[in-house]
């Protein structure tokens, strides 16, 4: 028998590393996390702050949300109007302690360790400056408010030797000004940037070439730029995106790029989009004339897709064969018969979000589900039949309105599942240009009240 296991060593080796794609594709690692110290967080990746998880009560300050590595998650502490972007890294545990410090500037810790600092006036930039080397070292993120003066860059090359591949935020910019010396300045390995900034016609390509993780506005001539510069570019994320005045996106050229997400886009079709064979996740968020989805056809490896907020699907039956699939997002206009056939075919899905999803009657089809883990359900109470039957899931995410109408139900439920955990959930911002809205008021409150006192 030893010998017959070692004559077959050899060729299972070689058949495996036939086809990584197979094992890579079947076996996505899902997280629950939870997160101490903010008020409301949500995973823009597959969600883009269309559902997300919030206290429960105002004592509370902990939040839960599942996750994959390399999600961009937004979090915020409404006291005081803090935030923080973070890219998910399993290493860094999935218990996540995260602390604001305001005394000179904003400062935001994690597990104890500096994650980000904001860059928007004096006392920040001098605050920065006396960073000790240890300190730089941990300091994952940049948060850069307003435009980049001279004053700015000359502050960040006091530590430029540390800066390299530290992640950018850019907001409340200006056009195109000094964004080129900040980018080589930093070699970002993520960039978060607002539509009032553009990256320049003429731009070192080197200064984009360690780029893992891009979020911009929809704009062709910017996001042709990044497939020439990007070669190692992973995940893309597009908000507002208009197929009719920028023709195909043509992403082909990014090798590498496993996560795509669109949200709040005009497109009709999925054929508007020219993607690479690397595509692993593909979110399409509040994309309200998506209506053709057959090119999913072509896509058999997909190991996550979200269609939330996407009413107009028709056909959605071409989910069915994708079984590699291992987190779903529903249309919105998913009908009940349609929901019991795809759960009767995605049997080894890990997360399914069901937002909005009106003609939903109950969730029993999810009881054949063994490997559920995580539901994330903005659904009325009475859609809400056989809930307490699904003993395998360890996270389920409710409409907030419906925990707080329903306490003896939610505490019944509870006690039915109780190696669950049943926490409240919503919506930051139901419309385009969320991100536009909220965070120049949230850097207007803070400039007018917090800092003066």
Same mark, same amino acid.
């Given at each position: ?283 399409? !968020?509040? =994309? @309200?004339?998506? #209506?053709?989805?057959?090119? %999913?056809?072509? +896509?058999?490896? /997909?190991?996550? *897709?979200? &269609? ?46 069901? !937002?909005? =999803? @009106?003609?939903? #009657?109950?969730?029993?089809? %999810?009881?054949? +589900?063994?490997? /559920?883990?995580? *539901?994330? &359900? ?57 991100? %536009? ?17």
């Amino acid at each position: 028998m030893k010998t017959l296991r070692r004559s077959f060593l050899p060729l299972w080796f070689a058949l495996a590393g036939m086809s990584p794609g197979c094992n890579d594709r079947s076996n996505l690692q899902v997280d629950i996390i939870r997160i101490e110290g903010v008020s409301w967080a949500c995973n823009l990746t597959t969600s883009f702050a269309t559902f997300g998880s919030g206290t429960e009560t105002e004592n509370e300050n902990e939040v839960f949300l599942p996750v994959s590595e390399g999600d961009l998650l937004y979090m915020i502490e409404y006291d005081d109007d803090l935030q923080l972007y973070y890219q998910y890294q399993p290493r860094k545990g999935t218990e996540l302690k995260v602390t604001f410090d305001t005394v000179q500037a904003v400062s935001v810790y994690l597990n104890n360790k500096l994650e980000l600092v904001e860059l928007n006036g004096p006392a920040s930039l001098e605050a920065f400056r006396q960073l000790t080397e240890p300190e730089v070292k941990q300091l994952s993120t940049l948060h850069i408010y307003g435009p980049v003066t001279q004053v700015i860059l000359s502050t960040l090359r006091y530590h430029q030797e540390a800066l390299t591949g530290k992640s950018l935020v850019l907001e409340n910019g200006s056009a195109t000004e000094n964004i080129s010396d900040l980018l080589s300045i930093c070699r970002p390995r993520m960039l978060i940037i607002d539509d009032s900034w553009t990256i320049p016609e003429t731009l070192d390509g080197n200064s984009l070439a360690d780029l893992e993780l891009l979020w911009l506005q929809g704009n062709n001539q910017v996001l042709s730029k990044v497939v020439q510069n990007c070669p190692d570019l992973e995940s893309l994320l597009i908000d507002s995106w208009n197929p009719a005045s920028e023709g195909l996106l043509q992403l082909a050229g990014l090798e590498k790029l496993r996560n795509l997400t669109i949200s709040e886009s005009d497109l009709a079709s999925l054929s508007e989009i020219e993607l690479p064979s690397s595509i692993r996740n593909l979110h399409m !968020i509040n =994309c @309200e004339n998506l #209506s053709d989805i057959s090119k %999913l056809d072509e +896509m058999s490896g /997909l190991s996550r *897709l979200c &269609l939330t907020g996407c009413g107009m699907v028709y056909e959605p039956l071409h989910l069915n064969h994708l079984e590699s699939l291992r987190w779903l997002s529903f249309p919105s206009n998913i009908t009940n018969s349609q929901f019991v056939q795809s759960a009767e075919s995605l049997t080894q899905l890990k997360v399914i979000e069901l !937002i909005g =999803c @009106e003609e939903i #009657s109950n969730l029993a089809p %999810l009881q054949s +589900m063994k490997k /559920l883990t995580a *539901l994330e &359900l903005q659904l009325e109470k009475d859609q809400l039949l056989m809930l307490d039957s699904l003993n395998q899931v360890k996270l389920v995410i409710l409409s907030d309105d419906v925990i707080n109408s329903n306490p003896e139900w939610v505490n019944e439920l509870r006690s039915n599942l109780p190696d669950s955990k049943i926490v409240p959930g919503s919506g930051l911002c139901l419309g385009s240009g969320w991100l %536009l809205l909220l965070l120049p008021c949230i850097l207007l409150f803070r400039t007018l009240f917090r800092r003066k006192s």
